[in-house]
């Protein structure tokens, strides 16, 4: 066989074949077949571990972005109710609503504190927190948790038949995972 410049032949041995680039001595070197065929089923192998793992990953940051959210607007309605107060004023607390698709912190007002229902009522928002489509929540039927000045104190809207017993617990799901975030009625806000 004639040899070109940057060519590199190919051997058929008996059995397997041979990738073959000329060596210093003018033999052939190189792989067999089944050499490439495994080298190319790792690579694969290992490509499919990082595509799942990949994907798993993304609903657990998706996830942890929805936590942190969730916990800065409780957190922000607790230090608003503590920085807020003004005793006599119309502000009477304020708090998070949740709704389908969309929790709201919001600022309950009323011209007498004592008749309030610590509930969200329309008008009263000052902000909406739109999460993933992918993210469920699951509140356990609370609508409301809202933070009550000057010493704080949680009230639960509707409230759970073990309030306040056990803390209001909302449940935040991507795919397979889940996260917990607790709001006691001291005002004490946890994850798990």
């Known amino acids: 066989m004639k040899r ?13 074949a041979v990738v073959a680039a000329p060596a210093e001595s003018g033999t052939l070197s190189g792989f067999t ?13 290992l490509s499919a571990m ?8 993304r609903a ?7 936590e942190a959210a969730l916990t800065d607007y409780l957190g922000r309605a607790r230090a608003l109710a503590l920085r807020g107060y003004v005793p006599g004023g119309t502000t009477c607390a304020y708090g998070v609503h949740f709704a389908a698709g969309a929790v709201t ?21 000052l902000e909406t927190y739109t999460p993933q489509q992918r993210t469920s929540m699951d509140t356990g039927g609370v609508a409301d948790v809202t933070f009550v000045p000057p010493e704080i ?4 809207h509707p409230e759970p038949a073990d309030w306040p ?8 799901t991507v795919g397979s995972d889940s996260t ?10 946890t994850t798990l």
Do not use: W
């Open 4 to 16: 070109r410049k940057g060519f590199i032949p190919i051997a058929l041995g008996r059995s397997e």
């Open 33 to 45: 077949l089944y050499e490439v065929m495994v080298s190319i089923a790792v690579m694969l192998v």
């Open 50 to 57: 990082a595509i799942g793992y990949g994907s798993s990953n």
């Open 60 to 66: 657990q940051a998706i996830l942890l972005r929805e």
């Open 105 to 125: 912190l919001f600022e309950d007002r009323s011209s007498s504190c004592a008749a309030t229902n610590y509930a969200y009522d329309s008008g009263e928002e």
């Open 153 to 156: 104190l949680v009230h639960a």
């Open 165 to 172: 017993d056990t803390p209001v617990t909302i449940t935040l």
């Open 180 to 189: 917990q975030i607790q709001v006691y009625e001291s005002g004490q806000i």
